[in-house]
């Protein structure tokens, strides 16, 4: 650790913000070049960046929050709703994955022993910076802290036996990768989104063609439930899943955010 710039009891308007961890301890920072300060407070308070910082290379990034529920958009484009052979949805469908499924970059996505197909499925998210609920769609962005890359990794032949399978499909330990670090200041609906699987891309697609706007998903889920601070809001995948196997890299890379990288095992 060193001693960079004074410390800063400030929101920047555009910022690289994650969690981390250095030796036995977790933190959280802001990542500024090669380098990350910490951060004293939550992210959705009036926090500090401190003078203490450390070369990224030094430390373990984490996933983005600590959320109480992970949402998730199912079909949000029409190219992967004809691949699956789904049925384009006339209002935002969602679901829920548990907080346990989640793991930050360059850790292992783990699939299960009895699992048939394990597939990547690449997605932008967005973190919850306040509590919302009941709030007009015009409003609704300025409840997001950040965005960040997310992998909704899902077992789909559960799926493709029956829907009822899938909170179980979804809902794996490390079904659900984040990061690599949350960016403040960016349109979410006029993003590139790539994923690759060993190098190759897989799926390409731009925000700009989801079914349901950023501003529509949070509005539909807050109609129904409340959305607090570190939540995770997924917005859905595009077309080119495909399976992963023991061995394997997958890469979201997102523009304007990065890239989120994991490697795959068996259980």
């Known amino acids: 650790m060193r001693r960079g710039i004074p410390s800063i009891r400030c929101k920047e308007s555009k910022m690289k913000l994650t969690r981390f961890r250095h030796g036995a301890f977790e933190f959280n920072g802001a990542i500024r070049g090669e380098e990350i ?18 070369p990224l290379k030094q430390v373990k990034l984490l996933p983005v929050s600590i959320p109480s529920k992970i949402v998730c958009i199912g079909l949000n484009y029409l190219k992967h709703i004809e691949e699956v052979g789904a049925t384009q949805l ?24 009895h699992a048939e197909r394990v597939d990547y499925e690449g997605e932008l998210a967005m973190v919850i910076g306040k509590p919302m609920k009941d709030v007009p769609e015009k409003d609704a962005l300025s409840y997001v802290l950040g965005y960040t890359c997310f992998n909704d990794v899902t077992e789909r032949a559960l799926v493709g ?27 979410p609906d006029s993003l590139d989104i ?33 959305l607090l601070p570190g939540d995770i809001v997924s917005t859905g995948t595009p077309k080119g899943i495909a399976a992963m196997k023991a061995g394997d890299i997958v890469e979201v890379e997102i523009g304007g955010i990065g890239k989120l990288r994991n490697h795959v095992r068996s259980a």
């Open 161 to 187: 036996k029956s829907m009822s399978y899938l909170t179980e499909a979804k809902g794996y330990d490390t079904f659900g990768a984040v990061g690599p670090w949350m960016e403040t200041d960016l349109d």
């Open 90 to 113: 006339a209002a935002a469908h969602f679901f829920l994955k548990p907080p346990t499924c989640l793991i930050g970059p360059e850790e292992a996505i783990v699939i299960p022993k």
């Open 37 to 54: 300060a910490v951060i004293e407070g939550e992210f959705w308070e009036d926090f500090r960046v401190t003078d203490a910082v450390y």
């Open 194 to 226: 790539k994923t690759f699987l060993n190098g190759k891309m897989m799926q390409r697609d731009n925000t700009a063609n989801c079914l349901f706007s950023a501003s529509q998903v949070l509005f539909a889920i807050a109609r129904c439930m409340t």
